[in-house]
């Protein structure tokens, strides 16, 4: 059976089970393609060719895909909680390159050209925030790429229903301020309302690991 594991947070169980399966199929398009395909040119504007990527929550694998139509040699893995979003996200990255399980529990030991976080900070129980922190900037041989909903500080909001499933901070600024060696290079926001290629009110920041 499906999602018998012990997960540390009410949040992890929350998207390891049936809501984080019923997301696979919100965010399923060729649009949300074009739409990333256009966010990454312009949010990766600043860096030098990326070789290598992981993406932390990586569901299927749409945010990957748009990634390697940019760099077609680009050597993808992705982290995925949910188990069926992680058995299609193997389909593409091959089942090596998949870490099918928490966040929390990746073990961080590899580095990357580039590490990605689009919209999963904002569901991290914000004492668990810490963890992801460090295993991001653990991961990182070059670039961070965090894309999230931003609040210059900490609040909580309903997220389809659910309390206590959503959070806004800043984010960026909380790594920047607790690890030195991560530097601010770009930072941008796209627009629900973008006529072309719209995004989620998403605020990026990419951050260069010196």
């Known amino acids: 059976m499906k999602n018998e594991k012990t997960y540390k947070t009410d949040q992890e169980q929350f998207w390891a089970g049936e809501f984080g399966t019923e997301y696979i199929q919100r965010n399923r398009s060729q649009h949300l393609l074009a739409s990333n395909l256009n966010f990454f040119t312009i949010a990766l504007h600043s860096a030098s060719r990326i070789n290598t990527c992981i ?13 390697k139509l940019l760099y077609p040699d ?6 995925e909680i949910n188990d069926d979003a992680s058995k299609e996200l193997t389909q593409t990255l ?23 976080i689009k919209g999963v900070l904002i569901h991290i129980n914000p004492n668990k925030l810490d963890d992801v922190y460090e295993k991001l ?74």
């Open 94 to 116: 091959g089942v090596n390159n998949v870490f099918a399980g928490s966040i929390f529990d990746y073990p961080a030991e590899k580095k990357f050209d580039l590490v990605l």
């Open 137 to 210: 900037v653990q991961s990182v041989d070059r670039y961070l790429l965090l894309v999230e909903y931003y609040n210059p500080s900490p609040v909580s909001i309903p997220y389809r229903g659910h309390s206590d499933r959503l959070f806004k901070r800043d984010f960026a600024g909380e790594i920047i301020d607790k690890y030195p060696e991560v530097q601010l290079i770009d930072y941008g926001f796209i627009y629900h309302r973008d006529p072309v290629f719209p995004q989620d009110d998403i605020t990026w920041f990419l951050m260069e690991k010196k």
């Open 55 to 67: 993406e932390f929550g990586a569901n299927i694998g749409m945010n990957l895909k748009a990634l």
């Open 74 to 79: 680009l050597q993808m893995h992705g982290i």
